[in-house]
C-alpha cells in the first residue's frame, strides 16, 4: 500500500530580492489575515460602553462639527451638495485612507513580541489593517447611503448610480496608497522611533491639503491648486465623491498621476521592508 502521507517543507531565508513581496506565501496564511482582522475590531471596541456604535458615532460627531465650523462659520460652500452629507462621504473617504496610514505606521512596532516567537508573513498584518478599514468604510456608508437617500427623495442629490461599481476599485487604490506609507513609516520606526511620534500630526496635515473639509472648486488657481493637484489623495477622492453625491471632479490626467505615485510609493515601501525586515528583531 502506497504511503499517501503528503510532506510539507517550508525554507525560512533572509536572502530575497529587494522587491519580493511573496503574495503565494502571504496567500497561504490568508486564515492569519482573517484573525488578525477580527482582532483589530475587537481592540478598536474592547472595553468602550457603546462598543461598535462608535464605527457610526466617530464620523457622524466628527462630521457635525466640520459642518459647523467649515460650512457654518468658514461658510466654505459644498458644490450644491447638502453640507452634513457631503462631510459625512468625505469624512468616510478620509478615516478609511488616514486608518490604513495610522494603523501601519505601528504595525511592526507594536506587534514585535508576536514577530519574535513565531514565524509568519509579516505583510499579513499591514494587509489585516486595510481589509478592518475597507469593512469600517463600508459600515460607515451605511449611515451615508442612509442619509442620501433621504436627499435623493427630495430631489437635491443626484448620484451617478451606474458608477457605483468603481468604489472597490478606488478604494483599493487609495488602500495600497495607505498601506504603501504605513509600511515606509513602520519599516523606518523600527530604528527611528521619533517618526511614531509625527505620524499623527503629519495625517492631520495631509487631510488639509487634500479636498476633505472643502470641495476642489473652492481652490483657485495658483500653488496651492498645484500641491492638491499632486497630492495622490486628491483625485479619487474626488472622484468618489463625483460617484456617490454626483458632484466632484473627473481628472483622468491626474487619476493616472495618482497611481503611477501609488505604486511608487508602494515599491519604495517593499523595497524599505524587506531591507528592514532581515534585523528589524534586533532593532527594535
Known amino acids: 500500500m502506497a504511503n499517501s502521507t503528503k510532506k510539507y517543507h517550508t525554507h525560512i531565508s533572509s536572502r530575497h530580492n529587494m522587491l519580493d513581496l511573496n503574495l503565494k506565501e502571504v496567500w497561504e496564511y490568508r ?17 468602550t460602553i457603546l462598543g461598535p456604535a462608535w464605527v457610526f458615532l466617530n464620523p457622524l460627531i466628527s462630521s457635525l462639527v466640520y459642518a459647523f465650523v ?36 505601528t504595525a511592526f512596532t507594536a506587534n514585535a513580541a508576536v514577530f519574535g516567537k513565531v514565524y509568519f508573513p509579516r505583510l499579513t498584518i499591514p494587509i489585516s489593517n486595510m481589509i478592518s478599514s475597507v469593512i469600517q468604510f463600508f459600515v460607515q456608508m451605511l449611515l451615508v447611503f442612509a442619509i442620501l437617500v433621504y436627499y435623493v427623495i427630495r430631489g437635491q442629490v443626484a448620484p451617478h448610480w451606474e458608477l457605483w461599481i468603481t ?36 495625517v492631520q496635515l495631509w487631510m488639509y491639503v487634500t479636498p476633505i473639509v472643502y470641495p476642489l472648486s473652492e481652490i483657485g488657481s495658483g500653488l496651492m491648486k498645484t500641491v492638491l493637484l499632486f497630492n495622490p489623495v486628491t ?50
Open 31 to 47: 486564515d492569519l489575515i482573517v484573525l488578525f482582522t477580527k482582532r483589530s475590531f475587537s481592540l478598536l471596541y474592547k472595553q
Open 70 to 105: 467649515f460650512g457654518g462659520i468658514a461658510g466654505i460652500a459644498t458644490e450644491g451638495v447638502p453640507t452634513l452629507l457631503f462631510y459625512l462621504c468625505s469624512n468616510a473617504i478620509w478615516i478609511f485612507f488616514s486608518t490604513c496610514v495610522t494603523q501601519n505606521a
Open 167 to 202: 468604489i472597490p476599485l478606488l478604494l483599493l487604490h487609495l488602500g495600497v496608497l495607505g498601506l504603501g506609507v504605513g509600511i515606509i513609516i513602520s519599516s523606518l520606526t523600527t530604528k527611528y522611533r521619533d517618526l511614531a511620534i509625527l505620524v499623527t500630526f503629519g
Open 235 to 284: 483625485a479619487p477622492t474626488e472622484l468618489i465623491r463625483y460617484v456617490i453625491l454626483g458632484q466632484g471632479a473627473v481628472m483622468p490626467g491626474y487619476m493616472l498621476l495618482s497611481a503611477i505615485e501609488t505604486v511608487a510609493v508602494m515599491m519604495i515601501g517593499v523595497m524599505i521592508f524587506n531591507k528592514v525586515e532581515k534585523t528589524f528583531m534586533d532593532t527594535v
